[in-house]
């Protein structure tokens, strides 16, 4: 969805209020997990239909987190540095939230596949600061899968629990599975990265 992904985008920050800045959006994207953590909690407690309200927590969080960066590049206000470091850190938290709502809702052992998701994603997230160090580029992208695309999956989770309690567990765990051969992939390539870079290095000194 890359492309038309990105069309929209283009369009949203051309037509933003003057007094919603990035920081605003950044506040708007992890107030939209925040309603994904809560969704699973008020599903526990009340009713599985609150899983729907998910959705709506993913929508928010792809509004503020796809256009925080790009409005402050629009209005030619750039901060790199400062705007990487909060964006690290808001997802990390976000991955942490939403890790505990399914926590709180999944029962027994099935808790454990919260905890292994948040471990899994962090790993995704520390591969991506590897991969930029080694080549300039950061991208949480795996494959063909963008963050877009992952929310969109998880919600089509959230959505099949709501008609068939109880799969969402076993689609916690697929999850997980395909986070770990993902991540393995993803650190045997950058090790390989590495030692190409290393070995030229190698090569210009002697």
Known sequence: LR???????????QRMPG???????TAIGLFGNSIVAASFIL???????????????????WFGDSLDG???YYRNKPRKNYGFTLDITIDWISI???GFGYIIYADGAWELLGYGFVVMYGWEMILAL???RLTGKYSIDSGIMGPTEVRIVISIIMITEVLFPGSLNYSAGLVVIVLFL????DTIKLLQIGQEIDKKELEKKS
């Open 96 to 98: 942490i939230l939403i």
């Open 130 to 132: 590897i991969r930029y």
């Open 19 to 25: 007094w919603i800045s990035s920081d605003i959006l």
């Open 70 to 72: 790009r409005l402050a």
């Open 43 to 61: 599903a526990k407690y009340f009713n599985s239909l609150f899983l729907l309200f998910g959705l709506l927590g993913f929508a928010v969080n």
């Open 182 to 185: 993902v991540n393995i992939t």
């Open 3 to 13: 492309k038309q992904e990105q069309m929209l985008i283009i369009w949203l920050v």
